[in-house]
């Protein structure tokens, strides 16, 4: 089925656009071509904007700001954006990553978004032209933002600080079983001092293990110190049931997972 | 549905047409221009076979819309060859028994092309890689991986 795309040189005149019922955003086309392509008939409209600030990476004083249309592909070969590359390699395959955006990736259904987890370990804030919001708060009102995304901004972490995971059963690339992302510091003596912990496909999109992250605190990261944290790993969560695995199969291995992660 | 003008370079060709507004590159190219050497399978980015080279990227025609790519250069498997003689990737598809249906091998050709470009003595575990975005449901991968090993070897003997 064709669709009317409409392309703007400015996100506000795209914002005023996509007013219009039935219109949705496009990025990177790997969520609302795939949505028309399925026949998904409350999409009636496309609405893309060519402002080169959504394109663009700026890493300044260990602040990071990454476009919306910036695909996964110039996350991965950003020379200083390294502790992210396997986050943006884990989504889809070269073709996927040529495409697919940051600011869709905010919008993928579980098991998809990837990198969405990532960015909520990180704590990441999301932009649009009304301001800045918490990626939690973004996360969880998701489904009623109308705001075309601008950028994602965050504070790049120290080596060996952040974590990525990614679970799938085709090798090497594969639709997640799950996902599981950590941001954590740790004081002079070793023991956790800061941890946030996101996971994927543990709900309908991502998510934080705040009950782990907790357990966490003040515990060193060996197999002593992290059993209360794999057991409270499951606590809060959803798992989504697809054709890659049941929800009791993702809550089953999360621990084994989450465990592999915090000792790598 | 009013038509919009796309125009673009098609294997080193330049083409020019009037589309419906949101007519993906994968209909626009078979339908329109008469190119059907990409496939479509899936049209939801999972198989590959629709996969095309747009300004040296690999990207899914099927999830391109063709008004996104005026200005750009395309290249599809049917601009491989040269005056009736196969490109060495085909041709080491051939040698290799690399494909049996052949559905998915435009897409394959296009993904192996884009990694020798950038990477002309790729490792297995490269050439895996850079496969791994589309499906085959014949031939189990291992020629196919031996295929573009062997196109590898061959352009690197070429250029000695």
Same mark, same amino acid.
Do not use: E, K, N, S
């Given at each position: 089925m064709a669709l009317a795309l409409q392309t703007f040189a400015t996100v506000k005149d795209a914002n005023v656009a996509l007013k219009a019922a039935g219109t949705r955003y496009l990025g990177g086309g790997t969520l609302v071509v795939r949505a028309a392509n399925e026949g998904n008939i409350s999409v009636s409209g496309l609405v893309r904007s060519t402002d080169p600030a959504l394109s663009a990476i700026t890493v300044t004083g260990g602040k990071v700001r990454i476009g919306a249309s910036v695909t996964m592909a110039a996350i991965a070969r950003h020379p200083d954006l390294g502790t992210l590359a396997r986050a943006a390699r884990a989504v889809g395959g070269p073709a996927i990553r040529n495409m697919a955006t940051v600011g869709g990736n905010l919008f993928a259904p579980a098991p998809y978004g990837d990198f969405a987890v990532a960015l909520l370990a990180l704590g990441a804030t999301v932009s649009t032209d009304d301001g800045e919001t918490p990626i939690e708060t973004f996360l969880a009102k998701r489904d009623g933002s109308r705001a075309i995304v601008t950028s994602v901004g965050f504070t790049l972490p120290k080596v060996g600080d952040f974590r990525f995971l990614k679970v799938s059963r085709v090798k090497p690339k594969g639709i997640s079983v799950l996902s599981i992302a950590a941001m954590l510091e740790q004081a002079g003596d070793g023991t956790v001092s800061s941890a946030r912990i996101a996971l994927g496909c543990m709900a309908d999109r991502p998510m934080r293990a705040k009950a782990a992250e907790k357990a966490l605190l003040?515990?060193?990261?060996d197999q002593d110190g992290i059993a209360p944290v794999l057991a409270a790993a499951g606590e809060g969560t959803a798992p989504i049931t697809d054709p890659i695995a049941s929800a009791w199969y993702r809550a089953e291995v999360l621990p084994v997972h989450l465990r592999r992660l915090l000792l790598s | 549905m009013a038509k919009v003008p796309v125009q673009f370079t098609l294997n080193g060709s330049e083409k020019a047409e009037f589309i419906e507004s949101g007519t993906t590159l994968l209909n626009a190219l078979r339908d329109k221009i008469g190119d059907t050497s990409p496939k479509g399978g899936?049209?939801?980015?999972? *198989? !590959?076979?629709?996969s095309v080279i747009i300004d040296g990227e690999l990207r899914l025609s099927c999830l391109t819309l063709a008004e996104t790519c005026n200005g750009a250069a395309i290249s599809t498997t049917s601009g491989l060859s040269e005056g009736g003689v196969l490109h060495p990737l085909q041709r080491a598809f051939l040698d290799t028994f690399a494909?049996? *249906? !052949?559905?998915c091998t435009p897409g394959m050709i296009m993904a192996a092309r884009v990694l020798l470009d950038h990477t002309p003595n790729p490792s297995r575990e490269e050439v895996v890689e850079a496969l791994s975005g589309n499906i085959c449901r014949?031939?189990?991968y291992e020629p196919i991986i031996q295929a573009v090993l062997l196109a590898a070897r061959s352009n690197s003997q070429n250029a000695a």
């Open positions: 003040g515990r060193r990261l | 899936c049209h939801q980015g999972t *198989c !590959g076979a629709c494909t049996q *249906c !052949g559905f014949c031939t189990g």
